[in-house]
């Protein structure tokens, strides 16, 4: 499987700040994932990522919140804008595993996010 | 869109025993099932996943079976031991078009030595 790294690990921020999380992969991947994980929660995701394209959002998030960049098939940020406690939460990015006929993610470590 | 249920949302057993977690999928479209599992700090970890095309699958001490005419598929954990302890989310997806996964709730495992 892939090697995903993902910066920073955790943060402290204030409210009304912004932070970008990157995700870097050892791979080239064609799809990136970007998940949430608040408290005692399952995954959910917050937008699909593909190279050359603008990210795919799911219902309840939207691009001025959580802006994605894409610029090659290794490397993704996410964007939390304007954060406020209740974005406090773990962000995860995943990549595909790349077996035919499977759709498997392998996630990275994962960024801890506190908002003040 | 596709939903996931995930039952239990807590479970405890003795070591040694066994541990069966359960889902069901909504989306008769869905043909593809990988289970996670997470320990306290760390990132999901896919363990075991199964397609569509089968009815089962094992691996060592871990099995997963499928019903697609319930729409349901299950987790069996044989012979329990400590580091099984952590929680266990399923998930489904299609896996082509649209090919998100979604996950279920999550199952928090504890194993009692």
């Known amino acids: 499987s892939a090697v995903i790294s993902q910066k920073p690990s955790r943060d402290i921020c204030q409210r009304g700040t912004s932070l970008t999380i990157q995700c870097q992969v050892d791979?080239?991947?064609?799809?990136m994932f970007w998940y949430r994980q608040q408290p005692g929660q399952s995954l959910t995701l917050i937008a699909t990522a593909n190279q050359g394209s603008e990210a795919t959002y799911e219902s309840g998030f939207v691009i001025d919140k959580f802006p994605i960049s894409r610029p090659n098939l290794t490397f993704s940020t996410l964007t939390v804008s304007n954060m406020s406690p209740e974005d406090s939460s773990i962000y995860l990015c995943?990549?595909?595993?790349?077996?035919?006929?499977?759709?498997?993610?392998?996630f990275g470590p994962g960024t801890r996010l506190t908002v003040l | 869109g596709e939903n996931v249920e995930q039952h239990p949302s807590t479970l405890s057993v003795q070591e040694g025993d066994s541990a069966v977690i359960k889902c069901t999928y909504s989306d008769s479209a869905s043909n593809y099932f990988p289970w996670y599992k997470q320990e306290l700090g760390k990132r999901p970890q896919l363990i075991i996943d199964?397609?569509?095309?089968?009815g089962e699958k094992k691996d060592q001490r871990i099995a997963v079976t499928l019903n697609k005419t319930a729409k349901h598929f299950s987790l069996h954990i044989t012979e329990t031991q400590p580091e099984d302890s952590a929680v266990y989310f399923c998930?489904?997806?299609?896996?082509?078009?649209?090919?998100?996964?979604?996950f279920g709730t999550g199952t928090r495992l504890t194993i009692i030595p």
């Open positions: 791979s080239q991947v064609t799809m």
């Open positions: 995943s990549v595909e595993g790349g077996r035919e006929g499977y759709n498997e993610q392998f």
């Open positions: 998930a489904a997806s299609r896996t082509f078009g649209n090919e998100k996964l979604t």
């Open positions: 199964i397609r569509s095309n089968v």
